[in-house]
């Protein structure tokens, strides 16, 4: 998609183009549905003139008649365009959701890390919310008033031509006001929606601490936190409804003063003889500048509304022009994967980071080995497990996966043959067949089976009132984590992988699940080249190698024994953890 943030008219001109035949049919529909609005006061006009010069009667019938037909119409032609509509703005919004949603699979882990859950989640939802709502009303309130603008206009050219530069006069007015609220609404709109979307990384920050706050009695810390960004935000909804509702007065009052003025002008130009204008002529003047007046002032009113969608296209712009990508495109796909992983003098630094995260990294790992990383908080372990999933690309030296540098490799394709078991797994809210199967549709019973059976996690599923068709519920919530991590490491069987990374899998374990889950990573981890994070030092005593990493430098690597007889980091830290 042609999607330019930084000019938001035009992006929604251009999101419009695919449906312009569908466009142009629901304006025609508006347009025939709509004419009452305009047609009503000439008709009135009519039978009144009908009155009080004594015309004829049969003209009474004739214009009951023809209002009769336009009253009707309306009934189809509205379903009509309401159908048309309805079908150009919930598609451009499916559209723009699953676009968002396709970026959002191709932006990096660094940008998701920086931009987090919840304000990805407020783009995704409201701001595409507020996109349908903006092209909803301009359709109804704009092309209403434009359409009224214009019959008006027409007739009142026809009628009583002298009328028409008073007319014209509400135009400039118009344009006026929308330009100064525009401009003064805009910055208050891009406020607000910075405050909310603020708001929405609080709640789901609160959300996710509720066990803390808790545990530890500080609700009314939670609260008070809570409360400085809620009031932000009241403070800037407040300054941008003052704006709206100042310049909502001064189009009010601009408005009814001409309409004042046009009905003594019309009054006066029937009693003096100005013009030819008629009793009717009056009743149609002021009602046709009446209309009018309430058609502009609508108009007037949808500038907060387009500002605020505007605003929003300028949000979602920040995801799909972002450039943050992982690129992929046009590189060698991998078929078959053995598992030998090489570090050449790699090196990491993150933006605005003062030192590198890793630096001079030489390490050949062999396909089937394992190796496990461990050193102090802060020394690259994390880091690494990030470069060897591809999620980062080395700042300096590089990373070969069978001999390829993986910066020529579509990493899309290498990770079908990677598995990743967290520390926190992770499932959603369905069944466990679905969390197990996860993306690999068509697995046999026999297949998920003896995953769960090789995960030792058959037991309880079996045990379970729905078997594997029970629902998790949200993140695995209706299981323990002994249970979530089994599952996890399920999934990671089922993919059959080539290349494991296990991220501190047991650390938030009882002693009895951690058992069970160690048994079934010894079994995950047999004939696949395997790195393992831990801080506890000794589920990594069958590693055949352990990487110790100090300050982003490799310090030590050997076996476990190896690496307690050399007296060095390892021991110490196997020391402390042996007190």
Not at 209 to 219: F, K, S
Not at 269 to 277: E, K, R
Not at 431 to 445: F, K, P, R, S
Not at 499 to 513: C, G, H, K, N, Y
């Amino acid at each position: 998609m042609d999607f330019d943030g930084r000019r938001p008219v035009r992006t929604t001109f251009r999101l419009l183009a695919p449906g312009k035949w569908r466009l142009a049919a629901a304006t025609l529909a508006f347009a025939v549905k709509d004419s009452p609005i305009w047609l009503l006061p000439l008709l009135t006009a009519n039978i009144i003139d009908v009155v009080v010069q004594h015309r004829p009667v049969a003209q009474l019938w004739l214009n009951a008649a023809v209002l009769a037909v336009i009253l009707l119409q309306n009934i189809p032609m509205h379903m009509l365009w309401v159908r048309q509509m309805s079908l150009i703005v919930r598609h451009l919004g499916t559209d723009l959701r699953s676009d968002l949603a396709g970026r959002l699979q191709q932006l990096s882990i660094a940008f998701h890390t920086k931009a987090g859950a919840s304000l990805l989640q407020t783009k995704l939802v409201r701001d595409v919310e507020n996109v349908e709502m903006m092209l909803q009303q301009v359709a109804a309130s704009g092309t209403s008033a434009i359409l009224t603008l214009l019959g008006a206009l027409t007739l009142t050219a026809l009628r009583v031509p002298q009328f028409v530069p008073l007319f014209l006069l509400v135009v400039p007015c118009t344009a006026g006001l929308v330009a100064m609220v525009r401009r003064r609404s805009g910055a208050r709109n891009e406020e607000f929606r910075r405050r909310v979307e603020e708001l929405s990384a609080r709640v789901d920050e609160m959300a996710h601490l509720m066990p803390i706050t808790r545990a530890h009695a500080l609700e009314q810390e939670a609260v008070h936190r809570m409360r400085g960004t809620v009031e932000e935000v009241r403070a800037a909804g407040l300054r941008l409804d003052m704006v709206n509702g100042r310049f909502g007065a001064m189009s009010w009052v601009t408005y009814q003063l001409l309409g004042a003025a046009c009905l003594v002008a019309a009054g006066w130009a029937a009693w003096s003889g100005f013009a030819p204008v008629s009793a009717g002529d009056v009743v149609l003047l002021s009602t046709y500048f009446a209309v009018l007046t309430s058609s502009v002032i609508g108009l007037f009113g949808l500038a907060p509304i387009i500002t605020k969608g505007l605003e929003s296209i300028r949000s979602i712009g920040e995801v799909l022009s972002a450039p943050d990508l992982e690129l992929n495109e046009g590189k060698q796909r991998v078929a078959t994967v053995r598992g030998a992983i090489a570090l050449e003098g790699v090196g990491y630094r993150y933006p605005d980071s003062p030192a590198p995260a890793l630096a001079g990294i030489d390490l050949t790992v062999a396909e089937g080995e394992t190796v496990a990383f461990v050193g102090p908080s802060g020394s690259g372990k994390s880091t690494m497990l990030n470069l060897l999933i591809g999620f980062i690309r080395p700042s300096e030296g590089r990373v070969l996966l069978d001999g390829e540098d993986m910066e020529r490799i579509d990493l899309r394709s290498y990770r079908k043959f990677v598995s990743v078991v967290p520390q926190e797994p992770v499932l959603f809210d369905g069944t466990i067949w679905d969390n197990v199967t996860y993306g690999l549709a068509g697995q046999t019973e026999e297949t998920v089976t003896r995953a769960l059976r090789d995960a030792n996690a058959l037991e309880f599923v079996e045990d379970l009132p729905h078997g594997w068709d029970t629902v998790v519920g949200e993140r695995g919530a209706l299981l323990s984590g002994g249970q979530r991590q089994r599952l996890a490491i399920a999934r990671a069987l089922v993919r059959d992988p080539r290349v494991l990374l296990l991220d501190e899998a047991t650390s938030a374990l009882d002693s009895e699940s951690e058992a069970l889950v160690q048994e079934a990573l010894t079994r995950l981890m047999r004939g696949r080249t395997t790195f393992v994070v831990a801080h506890r030092l000794a589920t990594i005593r069958g590693a055949d190698r352990i990487a110790v990493l100090a300050g982003g430098r490799l310090a030590e690597l050997g076996t476990h024994e190896q690496l307690l007889a050399a007296g060095g980091l390892f021991a110490r830290l196997h020391g402390l953890q042996s007190v």
